[in-house]
């Protein structure tokens, strides 16, 4: 299939570098989004997230001419949806006396539906966002076939996941290897098509709900790994252990590849997908739920942490460190880092939050500290949540000159903590026991 014109839906931090990267590569791009305001932006050649090497491909794509933004899509040869799909906040589902979450699929099936008055036979559709399995098959098609005309019949279906690492979102859609499950293997032809415009990676086509399974599996993999790292730092923790140092001699068995534990799980992917099977088949699925469990209740044994180090937190100052979900990244969604702020909160502390990509953030009842300076000024404690490589550069005695605490928290492993003690500082760090 050749394709000159296509429409990428949802201009967030999936749809945004596949639309500009289309247009470099010669495709009339339409990107459509919901939000005014992220349409005037980009019209203007600007950018509303924060992604290395966003802004210039964005600004070169709009000055090309290739690339528009609009609130609706205009008929195409293909239409990419990269629209979120994150869990609902007051729906869980039941089995067995287990709670679990639900997606919210809402901005799917509107994005699907927004499609419809311009859906010609011969078209190309690919849903990018990640969906629970059957979703294209049991979801997205019936939406379509609204337009009466028929999926892997008179148009081509498929799912494609998205397994960029932000940070390097750029980089990583041309070079990983993309999936590619079609709802016929016509469809999954036409998709492996589409992308190789620019992808150096491998092309892989499957059926659509593979890849759907692909994406989800990836990310329950990790997940249930950190799992079990934040089980042995609380293990470490009651056994007097350095659960840092024991997972270094543990990694040195050939076969053992134990990842780091911290503060939680967060972002909209590791955190979310797993609920997306356990969603599906509860019954299957006990191991990924405990796994969930045991992530979203790590804050809860950092507050302990912090207890343990600072007696009683009622009144406490605390300058919180980060509040990204990862290092580096400007993205707060789950981040486990604003959950521990919010228990320190309740439990009576003072926190003042210091989160540097994204200092103006508005995050419900955290109040974030205009400047790092301000943040630690007042102190008591200083609490690293997210190993910024900038937090990593500090120099404890430079440190110590700019704020009262003489306590610092790690939660990370980002922090020599002898330097740190040699500058005048008492040391935690999560997952050392006593
Ligand atoms: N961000 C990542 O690193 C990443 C990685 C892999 C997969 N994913 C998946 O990709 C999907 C998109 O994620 P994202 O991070 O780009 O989300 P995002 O929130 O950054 O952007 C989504 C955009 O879609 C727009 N939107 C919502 N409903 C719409 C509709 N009906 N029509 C048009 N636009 C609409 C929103 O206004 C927003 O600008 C999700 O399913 C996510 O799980 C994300």
């Not at 919180?320 to 990244?329: E, Q």
């Not at 928290?409 to 006593?434: C, E, H, M, P, Y």
């Amino acid at each position: 299939m050749k394709f000159q014109k296509i429409c990428v839906i949802g201009l967030g931090y999936i749809g945004l570098p596949t639309a500009s990267t289309f247009a470099l590569h010669g495709v009339e791009v339409l990107g459509v989004d919901t939000n005014p305001g992220i349409i005037e932006t980009l019209n203007k050649g600007e950018i509303h997230i924060h992604e290395p090497g966003l802004r210039d491909a964005v600004s070169k794509a709009v000055e090309s001419g290739k690339f528009k933004a609009s609130t609706q899509p205009k008929e195409a040869d293909a239409f990419i949806i990269a629209v979120p799909t994150p869990f609902q906040e007051n729906r869980f589902g039941e089995y067995n006396g287990i709670q679990y979450k639900l997606a919210d699929m809402r901005a799917v099936i509107s994005a699907a539906e927004s499609i419809l008055p311009v859906l010609k036979e011969g078209n190309l559709v690919i849903l990018e966002s990640t969906s629970p399995p059957r979703t294209t098959f049991d979801l997205l098609a019936p939406i379509l076939e609204k337009s009466s005309l028929k999926a892997g019949t008179d148009f081509h279906l498929c799912y494609s996941p998205e397994r960029v690492l932000p940070g390097q979102i750029l980089r990583e859609l041309t070079e990983n290897a993309r999936v590619i499950g079609g709802m016929t293997p016509e469809s999954a032809q036409a998709g492996a098509d589409l992308y190789s415009i620019f992808v150096k990676g491998q092309i892989i086509q499957t059926d659509a709900t593979t890849a759907e399974m692909v994406k989800l599996m990836e990310n329950t993999y990790r997940d249930v790994n950190i799992a079990i790292a934040n089980e042995f730092s609380r293990l470490a923790d009651k056994f007097g252990v350095n659960v840092w140092e024991a997972i270094s001699i543990a990694n040195l068995h050939p076969r053992v590849k134990i990842l780091s534990p911290g503060p939680g799980v967060g972002g909209h992917c590791i955190s979310v997908d797993p609920w997306f099977f356990v969603e599906t088949a509860p019954e299957l699925t006990p191991l990924i739920y405990h796994s969930r469990q045991v992530n979203d209740s790590q804050p809860h044994f950092v507050v302990e942490t912090v207890r343990r180090t600072l007696g009683e937190l009622q009144g406490k100052r605390i300058a919180a460190l980060g509040l990204a979900y990862k290092p580096d990244v400007d993205d707060l969604r789950e981040s486990p880092a604003s959950e521990v702020v919010h228990l320190l909160q309740k439990s009576g502390a003072q926190v003042k939050a210091w989160e540097p990509f994204k200092p103006d953030a508005n995050l419900n009842g955290i109040a974030i500290s205009p400047t790092f300076e301000d943040a630690i000024k007042d102190a008591d404690a200083l609490l690293l949540l997210v190993k910024h490589t900038e937090f990593m550069k500090f120099d404890p005695v430079e440190i110590a000159q700019s704020t009262t605490a003489r306590i610092a928290i790690d939660t990370v492993n980002g922090w020599n903590a002898s330097q740190w003690r040699s500058a005048g500082f008492q040391t935690a760090k999560l997952g050392v026991g006593k």
